[in-house]
């Protein structure tokens, strides 16, 4: 069966960097044919998408908030994906979701038949 999990999570300090990892397996079609995402959910809002990598890595995307300061990117050899966050806000806690769809382009990414991690915490605070 499909499997996501993250890993890096943790407390840092407003400014700080951290870097989270997405490791996949189980998959019948290999992991570099998935578009990879990461989304976001703070307390009391709905989780919304802050990164997405395509299938060749040629193309990524970022939520306004994040752009410039995040970066997504991915090992396919290692089937693995991650996101360097730097310049860390308090508005960035939230539980950090791995997610991946079999599309080859993020445009086409429908969540309803994707994969999802099991989230994990990423907390900025003083």
């Known amino acids: 069966q499909a499997r996501l999990v993250e890993f890096g999570g943790g407390l840092v300090h407003p400014g700080g960097s951290l870097r989270l990892s997405c490791s996949g397996s189980g998959f019948m079609v290999d992991l570099q044919y998935y578009s990879m995402l990461w989304f976001r959910q703070a307390p009391g809002k709905d989780r919304e998408r802050i990164a997405c990598?395509?299938?060749?890595?040629?193309?990524?995307y970022y939520l306004d908030s994040t752009a410039g300061r995040f970066t997504i990117s991915r090992d396919n050899a290692k089937g693995t994906m991650y996101l360097q966050m730097n310049d860390l806000k308090p508005e960035d806690s939230g539980i950090y979701y791995c997610?991946?769809?079999?599309?080859?382009?993020?445009?086409?990414?429908?969540?309803?038949?994707?994969?999802w991690g099991q989230g994990i915490q990423v907390t900025v605070s003083s």
């Open positions: 990598i395509e299938s060749n890595s040629d193309s990524t």
């Open positions: 997610a991946a769809d079999f599309a080859r382009h993020c445009t086409g990414v429908d969540m309803d038949r994707g994969v």
